[in-house]
């Protein structure tokens, strides 16, 4: 009986655990597809890695400007084939043909060896150099991600107030006057 106790709370206490994680769709047998995460939806390699930008980079340059030790910590995101496999985005996906390395809407992208799981966003902004990227392939700095937030969420239209209806007055006819009896007012 204890054993089934220790078994349930073990359960619920993995229920909760995995409730409190970002939801994350990985390019399952693809090179890339797109995950939830805190800063919205992102790019995210196969594994389920956050997909990053380096602003360095210049786009459709074909090249990637982070060599070296740079690669240590921001591995390049690269495919076995020239046509990436990807799922749910929209931008225009290609590869650096001398390195494998994807590159999406001309920018190379990485990943962050500062990560310990799916869904972790904790290489956004490093450097002020280092920004996730949307499914649209749009680099997304603390201003994009605010005007992302803002468009998803429309403001609600100010609305006039209705206008009540006019009551109708009923219009009393004067009566009609009585015919005199040919003595006036003044006298006649």
Request: glycine letters at 12%.
């Amino acid at each position: 009986m204890k054993k089934t106790l220790i078994g349930k709370l073990s359960l619920g206490f993995a229920l909760i655990v995995l409730a409190g994680t970002a939801s994350v769709a990985t390019a399952v047998g693809g090179d890339l597809g797109v995950g939830t995460t805190s800063l919205g939806n992102i790019i995210v390699d196969g594994k389920g890695m956050a997909a990053y930008y380096y602003q360095p980079d210049v786009p459709n340059s074909g090249v990637s400007t982070c060599t070296g030790g740079c690669l240590v910590h921001w591995p390049a995101i690269t495919s076995a084939s020239a046509t990436p496999i990807v799922s749910g985005i929209t931008a225009t996906v290609t590869v650096i043909a001398s390195s494998s390395q994807i590159v999406v809407n001309g920018r190379p992208i990485y990943t962050f060896a500062g990560v310990s799981k799916p869904g972790d966003v904790n290489g956004q902004g490093i450097g002020g150099i280092w920004y996730v990227v949307s499914p649209a392939g749009v680099e997304l700095t603390p201003s994009e991600i605010a005007k992302e937030k803002s468009a998803a969420t429309p403001k609600p239209k100010a609305t006039k107030p209705a206008k009540k209806p006019k009551a109708k007055t009923k219009h009393k006819v004067a009566p009609k006057p009585k015919k005199s009896s040919g003595v006036s007012y003044y006298g006649k």
